[in-house]
């Protein structure tokens, strides 16, 4: 039992110290957006403060039911919106999509090819990339929301609509591309972008009309808020019933513990503005992070549906195993061989040691077992 209250109060704690970082990156997204939708006017730290200020308010005043309305409204902006910027500033700039991919390559050859001027290699792109592709199921803010669902049908629903928002994502590194290719012909151009994660934004100020950056801008604040939204609240919540209600006060009610997350709302904001502000340039890093401490969570999620023989010892060891490759790696420096990134060497050591103490250990108790398939069988009729 006090293995399993560990194992309870760890895994929260884990999900708030991993949401962090990822939160990080909204609130310093949405600072950017901010500043140069202001023209400059306004600073990124007093934009990051005035961001943190109108998401404490809504967090509190329209919890989980607003933040899935601005999701809604947010996606179909930036999904409309993303495409629209793909190939309009593109052809802006050189006439169209395959145009700006030949002047990248007549100006800046290899930019295109890995390893890049970082020294960042395939082995560490594409296990960046497959821990990013784990890590994405095990946040606490997406199981916030499947519970929150009114049925299995829009469970299943959104899982096959959700994805769709990823394809967000291919226009923008288009335009980025496109931006690189200009900076590297236009000093002018380039000077103006003070950081390669203002660049869209700064291409969408210049070379489109004032609504349609407007009307973008809107949508990636939109976009910013409403998972920083998410975030803050799952945290708070995690805190409040899984720590404390859970854990260290097991006789707290669930009014009181109710009332415990939304005062926690200012602070997790708080803490999470103040790293912000100390590390403004370190987006991929910051969500590198969160994804490779919250991506050790996927194999216990994993065992625990799918494994009859997987065990409590063995999940805890394989989580410990995990974590301090992730974190040790982080701290120091370290390299894993074949340029490798840590959080993805320590997933799979995580696995393994998960399968082996498993095996070792005594497996869990057939009536207990029994009990647990027969709730998920009822979930499912």
């Known amino acids: 039992a006090l293995l399993t209250a560990a194992l309870a109060v760890g895994t929260a704690v884990m999900g708030v110290i991993f949401l962090i970082p990822y939160l990080q990156v909204q609130l310093i997204g949405a600072g950017i957006i901010v500043q140069i939708a202001s023209g400059g006017a306004m600073s990124r730290e007093v934009a990051i403060l005035a961001a943190v200020a109108a998401l404490i308010v809504f967090v509190t005043m329209s919890g989980l039911r607003g933040i899935g309305w601005t999701n809604l409204l947010q996606a179909l902006v930036m999904l409309v919106g993303m495409v629209a910027v793909g190939v309009m500033i593109p052809e802006r700039l050189y006439g169209g999509i395959g ?4 002047a990248l390559e007549r100006l800046r050859p290899g930019h295109l090819q890995l390893p890049d001027s970082g020294g960042l290699g395939l082995g560490w792109y594409a296990s960046a990339v497959a821990i990013s592709a784990v890590g994405a199921w095990a946040w606490p803010h997406i199981f916030a929301s499947l ?35 200009k900076a590297a012909e236009d000093a002018g151009f380039a000077s103006r972008i003070e950081h390669p994660d203002h660049a ?13 950056a407007g009307a973008i801008g809107a949508g990636g604040l939109a976009a910013a808020i409403s998972t920083a939204s998410a975030q803050i609240l799952a945290s708070a919540n995690l805190v409040a019933r899984n720590v404390l209600q859970k854990g260290l006060a097991p006789g707290l009610d669930d009014r009181r513990t109710a009332w415990i997350a939304r005062g926690l709302i200012a602070p997790v904001a708080g803490i999470a503005t103040i790293l912000a ?53 982080q701290l120091s420096g370290w390299q894993p061989p074949w340029g490798l990134h840590a959080g993805f060497v320590g997933l799979v050591l995580n696995v393994a040691t998960t399968i082996t103490a498993s095996l070792a250990t005594a497996p869990l108790d057939a009536r207990r077992l029994r009990r647990f398939e027969s709730l998920l069988e009822a979930t499912e009729e």
């Open 99 to 102: 145009a700006a991919f030949d």
């Open 200 to 212: 869209m934004l700064v291409a969408l100020v210049e070379l489109l009309p004032a609504w349609v």
């Open 277 to 329: 502000l100390a590390a403004p340039d370190m987006l991929v890093t910051l969500l590198l992070i969160g994804y490779s401490g919250i991506a050790q969570l996927m194999p216990a999620i994993a065992c625990g549906l799918f494994w009859r023989r997987a065990t409590l010892p063995g999940v805890v060891a394989g989580l410990g195993v995990g974590l301090a490759v992730a974190v040790v790696a």
């Open 147 to 181: 519970y929150s669902a009114r049925s299995e049908r829009v469970i299943r629903r959104n899982a096959g609509i959700l994805p769709l928002y990823q394809l967000a994502v291919v226009p923008v590194m288009i335009v980025g591309f496109a931006c690189a290719a």
